[in-house]
T-cell receptor, first 116, second 115 residues
Framework: DAGVIQSPRHEVTEMGQEVTLRCKPI?????LFWYRQTMMRGLELLIY????????DSGMPEDRFSAKMPNASFSTLKIQPSEPRDSAVYFC??????????????FGQGTRLTVV | AQKITQTQPGMFVQEKEAVTLDCTYD???????LFWYKQPSSGEMIFLIY??????QNATEGRYSLNFQKARKSANLVISASQLGDSAMYFC????????????FGGGTRLMVKP
């Protein structure tokens, strides 16, 4: 298996532009997480999907952020409009969730976003 | 709500020695899982080891072992025979069914292995 695939690996955009980050989870996994990592705030959970349904989006910083999972093999995180403070590394992770089990999540390589 | 605390922002260890990275957690759930991840300077997040809350034995994976003390709510990572390649950030994380199965991370510990 190729693992969790994120694209792009690097994105540089101007303030005010729309940014879309993409994630393909591991085939067969039914849970998907989006995280943001910065030096100041560490790893923050933005949103969590289970069986393509958003379970908790309390970590999404504001309305400029939105995430979708139209099917089991694809998810997007969109920022519109982007701001310099959104600059961070964004990780997608997936896992296979069994009822009553707590399984490990596997991470993609991350997307390094720079908003100038 | 669940919370993970890693109190050591940075640590040094001499090559070939063992090192313990601390992790404490707070949860009211009875069923949960504890995880350690390694993040080298290249940035990827690498899963290292898992401990279930009902597991009676401490988890081990090669040179990694987890010192699980349930009553103290601690899940320390022990790395034996440190290698230069162990220099990285290490994150402790937790998932629990009652917290929606979310994976919550601590702030991390930067480990530096000295030759």
């Amino acid at each position: 298996d190729a693992g969790v695939i994120q694209s792009p690996r690097h994105e540089v955009t101007e303030m005010g532009q729309e940014v879309t980050l993409r994630c393909k989870p591991i085939s067969g996994h039914n849970s998907l997480f989006w995280y943001r990592q910065t030096m100041m705030r560490g790893l923050e959970l933005l949103i969590y999907f289970n069986n393509n349904v958003p379970i908790d989006d309390s970590g999404m910083p504001e309305d400029r952020f939105s995430a979708k999972m139209p099917n089991a093999s694809f998810s997007t995180l969109k920022i519109q409009p982007s701001e310099p403070r959104d600059s961070a590394v964004y990780f997608c992770a997936s896992s296979f969730r069994l009822s009553g089990e707590n399984t490990e999540a596997f991470f993609g390589q991350g997307t390094r976003l720079t908003v100038v | 709500a669940q919370k993970i605390t890693q109190t050591q922002p940075g640590m040094f260890v001499q090559e070939k020695e063992a090192v313990t990275l601390d992790c404490t957690y707070d949860t009211s759930d009875q069923s949960y899982g504890l995880f350690w991840y390694k993040q080298p300077s290249s940035g990827e997040m690498i899963f290292l080891i898992y401990q279930g809350s009902y597991d009676e034995q401490n988890a081990t994976e090669g040179r990694y072992s987890l010192n699980f003390q349930k009553a103290r709510k601690s899940a320390n990572l022990v790395i034996s025979a440190s290698q230069l390649g162990d220099s990285a950030m290490y994150f402790c994380a937790m998932r629990s069914n009652n917290a929606g199965n979310m994976l919550t991370f601590g702030g991390g510990t930067r480990l530096m292995v000295k030759p």
